[in-house]
C-alpha cells in the first residue's frame, strides 16, 4: 500500500510537469505564428519565460529571428484615418461641420506613403495605423494630386518606420490576370483581400476631379474604405484602388502604375505635383474618305482632323482649325485616332503625354493647306476657366464689399445647389461652367454670390448668382483685379455691372462706411479670403 501511494504521489508530480510544458510550449508556438502582435509584446512574454525557464532562452532568438522572414504585404498597408472641415462655398469665411473618413494607403521606397487624394481632401488632420498595431501616428500631406487621385503622406515619428519593408511596383497586368485587392473596408476594423481579374484597360473619368485618365476595370468590389489600398499580383503593385462604377456591382476601376509612375516622377522632378500635361486641341477621326480628299491627303496618309484648338493652350497659335495631325513623337496616327498600346491592344493617341512633364516638348507632324509641317509644343499643365475642385488650398476666394459678397465660379460652388446642380443652379452659371474656355491666362469667372443684406444694398438681393463684368467701366479679369479697382476707387460713385444688363449703383463713402456694421451683424470676421490679402 505505501509503495502503491508512493507511485500515485510521483506520477501527479509527473502529470503536472507535463501539463505546464505544454502550456509553456504554446505560448511560445503562439507567440513565433502569431503576425499581428507588436514586437515589443512579443519580447516581453518571452522575456517572462526565460526567466521563468532558462532552457528556453535559444528558442526565444529562434522565434523573433522568424517573425521576421515570416512577413507578407500585409505589414506594408495601413488604414488612413482623416478629419475633415470642408469649406462652406456660400459663405466662404466659413467651414461646415467637420467629418471624419477612413481609407486605406501602402509603404513605398523613401519612406513615404501613398494613397488617394480623396481620402485627404479637405483634411485637418491626418493619422495612420499600421497592420495589427494599435497605435495611431500623426501623418502629413507632402503631395496630392487630384486630378490623378493620389496623395503622398509622411510621418516623423521613426517609431512607424522600425520593421517596416516598403511594396514595389509591377507592370501593368494582362487581360484576365488575377489580382488581389488590400484594404480597410467599411464594415469591419481589419484588413479585407478580395479578388478579381482584369477586364479592361482603356482611359476612365476619374470621378475625384473629373479628369480622363488610363484606368484598369476589374471585377473585383471596390467599397468604402477599400480606396488607396494596393493591388497586388505576384506580391508587386499593379495598382492602386480608387473608385467604382455606381449602380452596378462588382465593376471596380484601379489606378494603373503608369499613372502612378507619373504622380511620383512630377514630385521628384519639380519638388511639388504639377499636373498631368495636355495638348489643347479637340480632334475628330477621319475615317471619310470624302473627308481626307477634301483637305487633299494622299492616299497612304492617314491622321485626325484637328477640329478646334483651346485658347492659352500649348497649341494656341501653333495649330489651326482643319490642320490634319499625322504623327505625334515619330508615331503614325490612323484615321481613327489610335496608336499602338499592346500586343493587339490601341489606345487613344494622347496617352503620348503620361510620360510627358510640365515645360517638356512635344513633336507633331502636321498637314496644312496641302504641305508636311514639323510643329514642337511646350507643354503645360490644364487649367480650367472654371476650376474642378478648390483642394490644394482647402479654402475659397472671396471679397465683400458693402454686404455685396464675390467669388469666383467653381464647380464645388455649383455643387452647393445639389448633386444635379446642372439642373438646379442658376441656369447662365451651369452653362458658363460646362462650356466656357479660357481666353486668357489669368481670367476668372467674378460672381455675386448673394448679398448680406442691409440699408446700404437694399434692392440688390435679386442680383445674385450672376457674374460681375464691370466696375466703373473697366472689365473684371478676376477677383484679385475686383478687389484692386474697388479699393483704390476714387469715384464718389461705385457702377458695378452684371450679366442680363444688371446694374448695382452705391455711393462709395456709404460703402465704405457700413463695412464694419454688416461684418458685425453677420459675423464675417475677416472682409476678404488670405490669399487677397497684399
Not at 505564428?33 to 532558462?54: D, G, M, N, W
Not at 532562452?57 to 470642408?86: A, G, I, M, N, W
Not at 491622321?303 to 493652350?313: E, F, H, M, T
Request: hydrophobic share 40%; glycine share 6%; charged share 20%.
Amino acid at each position: 500500500c505505501r509503495s502503491l501511494l508512493f507511485i500515485v504521489v510521483h506520477c501527479r508530480s509527473l502529470l503536472f510537469i507535463v501539463v505546464h510544458c505544454c502550456s509553456l510550449l504554446f505560448i511560445v508556438v503562439s507567440v513565433a505564428e502569431c503576425t499581428v502582435f507588436e514586437y515589443p509584446q512579443r519580447k516581453t512574454i518571452l522575456l517572462h519565460i526565460s526567466k521563468e525557464l532558462a532552457v528556453y532562452k535559444e528558442v526565444d532568438v529562434f522565434v523573433c529571428q522568424r517573425t521576421k522572414k515570416d512577413k507578407t504585404p500585409f505589414d506594408s498597408v495601413v488604414k488612413v484615418y482623416s478629419v475633415l472641415t470642408p469649406v462652406n462655398h456660400f459663405l466662404p469665411w466659413q467651414n461646415k461641420m467637420g467629418g471624419e473618413a477612413s481609407g486605406t494607403g501602402f509603404i513605398i521606397e523613401g519612406k513615404k506613403i501613398i494613397t488617394n487624394a480623396h481620402i485627404i481632401a479637405n483634411s485637418t488632420f491626418v493619422s495612420i495605423r499600421k497592420f495589427g498595431f494599435p497605435t495611431k501616428y500623426t501623418a502629413k500631406v507632402k503631395a496630392a494630386g487630384h486630378d490623378c487621385d493620389l496623395a503622398i503622406l509622411e510621418v516623423a515619428d521613426e517609431r512607424f518606420w522600425e520593421d517596416t519593408d516598403p511594396l514595389t511596383f509591377g507592370d501593368l497586368p494582362q487581360m484576365q490576370d488575377h489580382v488581389s485587392v488590400i484594404g480597410y473596408p467599411t464594415g469591419g476594423d481589419g484588413i479585407s483581400v478580395t479578388s478579381g481579374v482584369v477586364s479592361r484597360i482603356e482611359p476612365q473619368r476619374y470621378t475625384h476631379a473629373s479628369t480622363n485618365l488610363l484606368a484598369i476595370q476589374i471585377d473585383a468590389s471596390i467599397n468604402p474604405g477599400n480606396s488607396g489600398g494596393p493591388v497586388l499580383k505576384d506580391e508587386k503593385v499593379v495598382g492602386i484602388a480608387f473608385q467604382n462604377l455606381v449602380g452596378t456591382e462588382g465593376i471596380g476601376f484601379i489606378i494603373p502604375v503608369p499613372v502612378i509612375q507619373h504622380f511620383l516622377q512630377d514630385i521628384e522632378r519639380h519638388k511639388k505635383y504639377t499636373g498631368f500635361v495636355y495638348i489643347g486641341a479637340q480632334s475628330q477621326p477621319m475615317d471619310n474618305p470624302q473627308l481626307r480628299q477634301f483637305f487633299k491627303m494622299k492616299a497612304n496618309m492617314t491622321g485626325v482632323l484637328i477640329a478646334n484648338v483651346l485658347p492659352c493652350s500649348p497649341a494656341d497659335g501653333l495649330l489651326q482649325k482643319d490642320d490634319v495631325l499625322l504623327q505625334i513623337e515619330g508615331i503614325p496616327i490612323p484615321n481613327d485616332g489610335t496608336i499602338p498600346f499592346r500586343k493587339r491592344e490601341r489606345i487613344f493617341f494622347d496617352y503620348v503625354l503620361v510620360n510627358k512633364y510640365l515645360n517638356d516638348k512635344l513633336s507633331l507632324t502636321i498637314w496644312r493647306d496641302g504641305k508636311m509641317k514639323e510643329v514642337m509644343l511646350n507643354l503645360d499643365v490644364f487649367r480650367p476657366l472654371i476650376p474642378y475642385h478648390t483642394y490644394d488650398d482647402n479654402k475659397s476666394s472671396y471679397f465683400i464689399f458693402a454686404g455685396l459678397v464675390f467669388c469666383n465660379l467653381t464647380y464645388p460652388y455649383l455643387e452647393e445647389f445639389g448633386d444635379e446642380w446642372y439642373n438646379t443652379s442658376p441656369r447662365k452659371l451651369s452653362t458658363k461652367a460646362q462650356f466656357a474656355d479660357r481666353l486668357y491666362p489669368d481670367e476668372e469667372v467674378v460672381i455675386l454670390s448673394h448679398v448680406l443684406v442691409d440699408e446700404v444694398n437694399f434692392g440688390y438681393a435679386e442680383m445674385a448668382n450672376h457674374q460681375v463684368l464691370k466696375f466703373n467701366g473697366q472689365n473684371i479679369k478676376n477677383l484679385k483685379h475686383l478687389v484692386s479697382l474697388v479699393e483704390n476707387n476714387k469715384e464718389k460713385y461705385c457702377r458695378i455691372d452684371l450679366d442680363e444688363h444688371g446694374v448695382i449703383i452705391l455711393e462709395t463713402k456709404q460703402a465704405l462706411e457700413s463695412q464694419k456694421r454688416i461684418c458685425k451683424k453677420h459675423q464675417v470676421f475677416q472682409v476678404k479670403s488670405g490669399n487677397l490679402i497684399s
